[in-house]
């Protein structure tokens, strides 16, 4: 009997254990947008309605979607970038107008001066402090409004 009391313990345990850890990478994700580099497009879509978009390289899928695991109102669509093998590449926001400018100040604070051109302002893990895999964050001008913003992650070295 002491031994029957044991043996449903454990499968009962185990069962515990297993159930924990089934739902553990289902997201949102610490990463941007509530993402993760390396993630799959079966993951993301359990988060967001994505929609296909055309590529001219093959080892590359692009999908859009006007939802992310974690919304933000600074931003009106969104944008990844999947390779065959690393998974997630890249993150983009479609920034919504007014809002590049508090875009700009909270990656400022969290990551510190970036580096400017022109056309782009950028940070990348070679002169910043990046977490998350993030090889590269570059924000996208439009005169002097930042439209865009990008997310590479180390793992894009894969998807070129």
């Not at 590269?136 to 930042?146: A, F, R, T, W, Y």
């Amino acid at each position: 009997m002491k031994n029957q009391m044991r043996a449903i313990a454990l499968v009962v345990l185990a069962l515990v254990l297993a159930g924990c850890s089934a739902g553990a990478d289902e997201g949102p994700w610490d990463g941007p947008f509530g993402t993760k580099q390396g993630i799959s497009p079966e993951q993301l879509s359990k988060h967001a309605k994505l929609t296909e978009e055309k590529s001219a390289d093959k080892n590359i899928r692009g999908l859009t979607s006007m939802q992310a695991p974690l919304q933000s109102a600074s931003f009106q669509e969104y944008t990844y970038k999947f390779g065959d093998v690393a998974g997630l590449c890249s993150a983009a926001g479609l920034i919504a107008e007014g809002e590049g400018g508090g875009v700009l100040r909270d990656a400022a604070d969290r990551f510190g001066a970036p580096k400017t051109s022109d056309e782009t302002i950028t940070w990348t893990a070679e002169t910043h402090v990046l977490d998350g895999g993030i090889r590269s964050i570059q924000l996208l001008l439009s005169g002097d409004e930042p439209r865009v913003i990008i997310y590479e992650f180390i793992a894009s070295e894969d998807c070129h």
